[in-house]
């Protein structure tokens, strides 16, 4: 699951992860830190920097891909080796 809290400011990308199919979610990784905040909706000037709109996806070979806004200006992307979930889920 990823998720762009809301609150004060700053506020990362995080991605939690859940080794019981969903019961628990102990895991939780920052995957883009910064002020992460919107005060405005003025993009073009920079003073949205909001991360928003996060979206995941596993492809068929384990890795997980992420997709998000970034500060309402661009779509950027992540991906995630197997290996790296698979680390994670095992050391917490």
């Known amino acids: ?16 992860l859940s080794p019981d199919s969903g019961a628990t979610w102990p895991v939780r990784h920052d995957l883009v830190t910064g002020d992460g905040h919107c005060l ?4 073009r000037e920079g003073l949205n920097r909001e991360l928003s709109y996060p979206t995941l996806t596993r492809s068929p070979d384990g890795a997980l891909h992420i997709a998000y806004t970034d ?8 991906r995630l080796a197997p290996e790296w979930l698979d680390r994670h889920l095992t050391e917490g």
């Open 40 to 43: 405005t909706n003025n993009s």
């Open 1 to 16: 699951m990823t998720t762009s809290p809301s609150g004060a400011p700053p506020r990362p990308l995080t991605l939690s």
């Open 71 to 78: 500060h309402r200006r661009t779509i950027r992307h992540i």
